[in-house]
């Protein structure tokens, strides 16, 4: 009897610690979510990594957690490792969306879930679920923002009939992103009516997106490509009314070219410089007056509600409901949307401070 009751105890014990197993939060989560980044040059991703990691752990799991560099084969790499190990889940963020077909279709074969974030993964049909922003919005946006503040709309988005002629130049994201395509959709459907009629001009004549594109986002390549064309286009007199930027980080690098070519923040000369993302130090330079405006993504909610939603999947409540759809090319892949916003000078407070997505401390706000 004795022996009975030690087998019971026994068995017991090993269920509850079975239960417990679970993580802080009991929600019965175990195993472990791979999450492959593109680099650590852009702030925003190790934040996301980091929320993720947090959202993860509370639901039970560990993490995996691969910066690649903004190299796709050092990527490739990276997937296939945790493909092998057997990650129950895959959260993917793609240094070059077309590159990951053969370890994506080895996760399928093994039924590893895998979600897309932000950027599409292309030509395949292993993306389960896509979560991002409304990219052709955030491009659209930025586009509506120049029109405004050089008077050609109003703030209804009507036409003043001012015909200008004003000139820009356009400075683009990555070839091997499908997010900066979907910005630049966003820019056509803004801007390029006012190119084709004149009231807008680009001067320098590089007009199409592989003309203007900026390979992995780089600030340097973009610094580069603007002094050039300042020298080629502007150094004679001509003014630079705006330029279409689509990421902060690019806007940093065209400010940088513009103050070694003797432009000045506040002058006559000084373009309307468009961005996003929000990040701090080009929050900081649109209070200074370096930079007219950003796209504020809320990425902390992104980064939890993809956690939550990956963790929901594997604890067979399924992936919530679409909000529409993305053909990759292969399939199309269902997709949630998260929010964005315009911000300017005027907005860093309510959009920014007052949402608690920066202190003012953080961003100089006083």
Do not use: H
Request: charged share 20%.
């Amino acid at each position: 009897m004795k022996k009975i009751l030690l087998a019971v105890l026994g068995l017991a014990l090993t269920a509850a610690l079975a239960a417990c197993g679970g993580g802080a939060s009991g929600s019965g989560g175990s195993g472990t979510i791979g999450i492959l980044m593109p680099s650590t040059t852009n702030a925003r991703w190790q934040i996301e990594a980091n929320q993720m990691s947090a959202t993860l752990k509370e639901r039970g799991y560990d993490t995996s957690v691969q910066f690649a560099n903004d190299d796709a084969p050092t990527q490739v790499s990276q997937l296939e490792d945790m493909v092998t190990k057997g990650v129950k889940a895959l959260i993917v963020v793609a240094v070059d969306g077309k590159a990951l077909g053969g370890p994506l279709a080895d996760a399928k074969a093994s039924n590893i879930p895998v979600v897309a974030y932000t950027r599409l993964l292309q030509k395949t049909d292993a993306a389960d679920f896509y979560t991002t922003f409304d990219y052709k919005k955030y491009g659209a946006l930025s586009g509506t923002a120049i029109l405004q503040r050089l008077g050609i709309q109003d703030k209804d988005g009507k036409d003043t009939g001012n015909k200008g002629p004003f000139n820009i130049e356009i400075v683009n994201g990555s070839p091997t992103d499908s997010v900066a395509y979907d910005m630049w959709e966003g820019y056509r459907a803004t801007i390029q009516p006012y190119v084709d009629n004149g009231t807008l001009r680009v001067l320098s004549g590089q007009t199409t997106f592989d003309q203007s594109a900026t390979l992995n986002w780089n600030p340097e390549t973009a610094q580069k490509r603007m002094e050039n064309i300042v020298t080629k286009t502007y150094s004679g007199g001509a003014k630079l009314d705006a330029v279409w930027v689509p990421y902060d980080g690019l806007t940093r690098g065209v400010i940088s070219a513009l103050t070694g070519s003797g432009f000045s923040p506040g002058s006559d000369r000084w373009p309307l410089l468009t961005g996003g993302d929000a990040e701090v130090d080009s929050v900081k330079a649109i209070l200074a007056g370096q930079q007219y405006s950003t796209v504020y993504l809320d990425y902390k909610a992104l980064a939890k509600g993809t956690a939550d939603l990956v963790a929901d999947k594997l604890e067979g409540k399924g992936f919530p409901k679409a909000d529409t759809e993305y053909d990759n090319g292969t399939t199309k892949v269902p997709a949630k949307l998260f929010d964005l916003s315009l911000v300017r000078k005027d907005d860093v407070k309510p959009v920014l401070v007052d949402r608690g997505f920066y202190t003012a401390d953080q961003i100089g706000l006083k």
